[in-house]
């Protein structure tokens, strides 16, 4: 137990950097779990530790208060898949020919947008609606799953609690600063949010404004998905006006939006599809 208390307190320090909580942020050290046992108990002692970290209490009572101990979550988790497969098989389940025709119709629909975002960030518009299209399906399908019951399940189930509970701490920081209401922030089982799945960490660090209307909203607003996932890419090193097909300089940099070597050869390959 103390390794682990020592390695959330590192975490939460982290993260206390990374989206402006308390500077003496505690360690998150309410107890993990196996089952729903104890649940409830974990999340008044999170409640707790969360206010500590600099969250509101009205945010803890709004959005973590509610959540619930989700076993399809902990099924869901159990059961992933690796993405051994071909690049093939992956093009005709994340690419297929209709999205191709589809993602062209987007570009030639959005150029105002797309022109100002890759003038902006220096991403091709081709990648941007790649990425849109592989994750959600143009923002068809991002996900209806509650966002604080997921993460708090993932959070409190000790397989990997130390890497959800800076998540959990991150989605109570978007609904803090404004962003998002608590019942707007549902998406898919592992706490993805919004039209290109981004992680609530990676949310606080690399959302924009893209609309002007002042909040980041990654799941109703294009602009904001769109300028936020530009954002996100240039900030990982991405360079202007360099490729991005395989053995090209931005290549490796489709690393850091998603680690399967399979997915990035699949996003280059669905990108250039949509610029040729």
């Known amino acids: 137990m103390k390794a682990r208390l020592t390695s959330l307190r590192t975490l939460a320090a982290s993260l206390a950097l990374t989206i ?11 107890q993990c779990g196996n089952n729903a046992g104890g649940f409830n108990q974990w999340k008044q002692q999170f409640a707790q530790e969360a ?3 600099g969250i509101s209490q009205g945010t803890v009572q709004s959005a973590l208060m509610p959540t619930n101990y989700s076993n399809q979550v902990i099924k869901l988790d159990r059961n992933q898949h690796s993405m051994n497969i071909s690049l093939e098989a992956f093009m005709q389940r994340r690419a297929p020919a209709s999205f191709v025709q589809k993602g062209k119709r987007i570009i030639q629909q959005n150029a105002g947008l797309l022109n100002s975002i890759e003038k902006s960030y220096g991403v091709p518009k081709e990648v941007l609606v790649a990425i849109w299209g592989m994750e959600t399906g143009f923002g068809a399908n991002s996900g209806s799953m509650s966002i604080f019951s997921s993460l708090a399940t993932l959070a409190y189930d000790c397989r990997r609690s130390a890497f959800f509970t800076e998540e959990l701490l991150a989605a109570l920081a978007i609904v803090d600063r404004g962003d998002m209401k608590p019942s707007q922030m549902r998406g898919a089982w592992a706490g993805e949010i919004g039209q290109t799945q981004f992680l609530a960490k990676n949310y606080l660090r690399f959302a924009v404004d893209g609309d002007g209307d002042g909040r980041r909203d990654l799941i109703n607003s294009k602009a904001d998905v769109l300028a936020s996932t530009a954002n996100f890419l240039r900030q990982h090193g991405w360079r202007p006006g360099a490729g991005y097909r395989e053995g090209e300089p931005n290549f490796a940099i489709l690393r850091d939006w998603n680690r399967a070597g399979v997915y990035q050869k699949a996003l280059a390959l669905f990108a250039s599809k949509l610029a040729s």
């Open 20 to 30: 402006g909580l308390g500077a003496a942020a505690p360690a998150i050290a309410a």
């Open 51 to 53: 206010v500590r970290a």
